[in-house]
Each structure stands twice: as C-alpha cells, then as structure tokens.
C-alpha cells in the first residue's frame, strides 16, 4: 500500500502524491531480479553446453595385451589362456560405466538429458558386451552342449542384458557393475591354480559360434547404416495364403513387391553413433580372442583374417571432424558419413565370413 503525504495548493486544497523514492526502489529492484536470474540461466546454459560438449568424447582404444598383464600383475595372478578375453570385457563395460560423464543412457537432469549420440554409443558398445558374457556362458566356459554352466558367468550375462535405461530401483549401473563382480569371480578361479571349476575353452567351432554372432550384428548395421539415403528394396516376405491363389503362367516372371527403406532423419546420427560403439568393443575383443585363440588361428591359418577384420573396424573410430552426422546424397557435394562407416562395417563383414569358413575346414 503506498505511502502518501499531503502538500498545500495555492488555493488550500490538498494533493495526495506518493512518497519519493518509494516506486523507484521497487522498479529498480525487480529489474535487478531479472537480470541477475537472465545471467544465472546463462551461465547455466553455458556450463552445461561445456560439460555436454565434454561428456560426448568418445573413449579411446586401449592396448589390450597390455592392460590384461597390468591387471594380472595387481592381482598378483598368472595369465592364463582365456585371462585376456574376460579381462578386456571387464573393461569394456567398466569404461560404459566410467568414461566422462559416466552412464548417460538412464540420465533424468541435464546435461545427459540433453544428449543422444553418446547414449547411441553406450547402446552399440552394450551389444557386444551382452553378445560376448553370452558366449562365454554358453560356448567359452563349457567344453560341450551336456556340460554344466559356470555359475558366475550364468549370473553375469543376465546382469548386463538388465534394462539400459533403468535410473533406480535397481539402476542399470549397479546392474552392469554386479555383472562385471561376477565375471571378477570367474576371472579369479580361471586364474587359480588351486581351482578347476572354471574353465575356458578355446577350440575353433566356439570361436565360430561367436563369430555368427559378430557377423549378424555387422550385417544389420550395414544394411541400417545404407538406408540413411533411402532405397528401394524387394520385399521378401512370403505370404503363402497370397501367392496360393496367384496363377503363374508358364515363362512368366511372378510380381515381387517393393518397399522404400529409409531411416528417419532424427534416427540417422543415433544409427552411426551405436555403429560407432559396436565397432569399437568388437575391435577390442577381436584382439583380446586373437591373444587366447592364437594357436587355433595359427593352425588354421585364420591369424591374417582376424587382424583384417580388427583393421577394418579401427578404421572406422578415426575421429570425426564434422560437428553433425552429415546426410549427402551418395555422389552428391557433402559426405554421407552413415555410407562411409557402412562401407568399413561391410568390409568387416565379409572378412567375418571368411574368417568362419577357415574355421570350418578341417
């Protein structure tokens, strides 16, 4: 309520007017307000753009001979066959969990909010892990279909295949870290003398198994990473009730459908980055199989395969220059990075398959 005073007019009368001062003091104190709130969301939006901008660096490769000999130097353990594939899972996942920023996926608050290529990448990189715990249990650790599982490695893989974007009760992150404790308990046993429970086979057609695995995922990315220009493909369902009561005549071609492919603009960028991030486990593992599986690629002459494969996918981490995933046409003036990295992911692919078929041979 404003505070008036009187003052006397020439003819006695009396003018209410508001006291001095009073008006000024609350105009200039809501303009300070604003302001100094303008300034604090600023620099907010400025540290969480930095901090952002910080979290998205993609971890680098590391030397995986040599970071499985340091572990087992801490541990004060012998490095056994099999010590360095489970090793490098182990810090495969744990970079998931520790790299900048930590897990980003399950994230509620920004930065990490904000941020969808970084989460793309954890994705990619948490298909191979799944895809490798998955082996171990199933192929690696057993020495034929009849025998038992190993207990550690038959709690990790379902620990890793938890939901990737669950924020509590339970979080992903404490998931995934019970995963990487199981796989610590395999890992110790393998490497205990004094235990013969754990165990860790390296014959080819475990190898091979894996490997079917490596090239389906590769073979899916390339095709996803290809319809980021859109193109027409033959549909190859078969509709037996359809194609039942459609007469082809003698010498006649039958009409194949066709369907346009094409990734959704928004989509485009989430597909490389995940390509990204499953390139980049696989060519770890890859090194880390052909250290515990170099006497049966020896035998079979497979060494140069695995080394062309591991070639080709380091190839496609070298660092990207663009500040976006460009989308040009395929012969058009701006890169189509999407066709690039398919372009290496293909080439993988088809040196995956001769890599099995070597494997194969007797």
């Known amino acids: 309520m404003l505070d008036w005073k009187k003052r006397a007019g020439s003819a006695g009368d009396r003018v209410d007017e508001p006291a001095v001062g009073t008006r000024s003091r609350g105009y200039w104190g809501g303009v300070f307000f604003s302001r100094a709130l303008g300034i604090v969301l600023a620099v907010y939006l400025v540290v969480t753009v930095l901090i952002g901008w910080y979290w998205s660096s993609e971890p680098k490769l590391f030397p995986v001979q040599q970071n499985a000999q340091a572990a087992a ?26 790299k900048p920023g930590g897990y980003l996926s399950n994230d509620r608050l920004p930065p ?3 941020l969808d290529n970084i989460p793309s990448w954890e994705y990619g990189v948490l298909i191979q892990v799944r895809d490798m715990s998955r082996a171990l249990r199933k192929d690696f650790a057993r020495s034929q279909s009849q025998s038992a599982e190993d207990g550690d490695l038959a709690k990790a893989e379902p620990l890793f295949n938890f939901d990737n974007k669950s924020w509590i009760l339970p979080s992903t992150e404490s998931q995934y870290r019970d995963g990487i404790a199981a796989l610590s308990r395999y890992e110790a046993r393998l ?3 004094n235990q013969k429970g754990a165990l860790f086979y390296t014959r080819a057609d475990n190898l091979n198994n894996w490997l079917g695995d490596v090239g389906t995922r590769l073979g899916s990315l390339s095709q996803r990473l290809s319809a980021s220009v859109g193109r027409v493909k033959l549909n190859s369902t078969l509709k037996t009730e359809a194609q039942s009561t459609v007469t082809v005549k003698p010498g006649e071609v039958p009409q194949v459908d066709e369907e346009i492919v094409e990734t959704p603009w928004l989509q485009i960028d989430n597909v490389f980055y995940e390509a990204r991030g499953q390139a980049w486990a696989l060519s770890l593992l890859l090194r880390a199989v052909e250290v515990d599986f170099a006497d049966v690629l020896a035998k079979k002459n497979a060494t140069v395969s695995v080394r062309q494969i591991i070639r080709e996918l380091e190839a496609s981490q070298e660092p990207l220059w663009s500040p976006m995933i460009l989308n040009g046409s395929p012969f058009g003036m701006l890169a189509n990075h999407s066709l690039v990295m398919a372009n290496y992911l293909s080439r993988a692919n088809a040196a995956v398959i001769d ?8």
């Open 112 to 114: 990490g909010l904000w």
């Open 73 to 98: 130097q801490r541990e004060g353990k012998p490095m056994v066959i099999g010590y360095t594939t489970v090793e490098t899972l182990k810090a495969v996942a744990t970079t998931l969990l520790d």
């Open 355 to 362: 890599l099995r078929q070597l494997l194969s041979q007797g």
């Open 191 to 193: 490497s205990d003398p």
